[in-house]
């Protein structure tokens, strides 16, 4: 089983940059993907940017320029840097990994942008 934990959340102002952490109770190493989603209220659960073991990423349109994610295997956490901070880039953010064939998601992180 694996446990993930954000953090890194909080109340930002327009413009303004947080780093999300994704820490996780096993070696990352062994992970191939691990994914950054977000969910606005009233919204689906999106994919905003995914990291392979080696490194490749993917990144949604809306947030390409703008987000940054990266992985530390040697912490067994994967970063999510967020810059220009918009007011739609208001959710909770979850972080997941499919580990074995199982699907682990965290608790989440909320990020509330400020205009």
């Known amino acids: 089983q694996v446990q993930l934990v954000e953090s890194g959340g909080g109340l930002v102002q327009a413009g303004g940059s947080l780093r999300l952490s994704c820490a996780a109770s096993?070696?990352?190493?062994?992970?191939?993907?691990m994914g950054w989603y977000r969910q606005a209220p009233g919204k689906q659960r999106e994919l905003v940017a995914s990291?392979?073991?080696?490194?490749?990423?993917n990144y949604a349109n809306s947030v390409k320029g703008r987000f940054t994610v990266s992985r530390d295997n040697a912490k067994n956490t994967v970063y999510l840097q967020i810059d220009s901070l918009k007011p739609e880039d208001t959710a909770v953010y979850y972080c997941?990994?499919?580990?074995?064939?199982?699907?682990?998601w965290g608790q989440g992180t909320q990020v509330t942008v400020s205009s």
């Open positions: 997941n990994a499919q580990y074995r064939a199982t699907l682990y």
């Open positions: 096993v070696s990352i190493f062994s992970i191939n993907t």
């Open positions: 990291i392979t073991s080696l490194g490749s990423t």
